[in-house]
């Protein structure tokens, strides 16, 4: 009996210190019920280096995944136009409040800026695009960042990012790096 007491009494802290948490924490919601607002708040959530698919596997030389970002190059069958997608997660409410999507950000590297270099971004929610536009990508080999912004934010429970990548040659390298979301709610 005496080695069930530190357990017992342990678990015991852990409900009270759960109760108590509660009583300071959103309260449940009925449907319909207006959510009173407190204070604004954002929270962002990334896919990163191994989430990238390339739609058409079969064109591409060279498809190397790492956890910090996915190396692509094309076979000559596939110089122009190939489409690579990423999922980010979404997270649809959080401490009690309904979220809207403000931005959107993948980070890319080209070996050839100027002409192998990804051209456009399409966002999905669902089977719904809800997001096309063009990129105008820089003229380099380091490492950028495209962002997209909503205001007012776009409600969604997850983003499938699609990116057009142009292929000049089949020398030409695209790293794909991070793709994230970033979620207003309150």
Known sequence: MKARTPVIVMLMLVLMMGLL??????????????LTVRSAGSITLASHGT??????????ALWRQYGWGTEAR????GVGDQWVHI???GAPVVDGYLTGLYSLTFCARSSNGAQSKPI?????????RFYSAPVNW????????WKVDFNPGKSTVAVGVSV?????????QITL??????????
Do not use: M, Q
């Open 138 to 145: 820089w003229a380099d080999n380091a490492e950028h960042c």
């Open 87 to 89: 999922p980010v997660p």
């Open 164 to 172: 057009l990548l142009h292929f000049a040659n089949t020398t030409d």
């Open 177 to 186: 790096s991070s793709a994230y979301a970033s979620f207003t709610y309150g």
């Open 120 to 128: 456009r971004i399409d966002l999905w929610y669902g089977s719904t």
């Open 51 to 60: 989430a990238w698919v390339p739609e058409r596997r079969g064109k591409f």
């Open 21 to 34: 948490a509660a009583a300071d924490g959103p309260a449940a919601v009925a449907a319909g019920e207006t």
């Open 74 to 77: 094309v076979k000559a069958g």
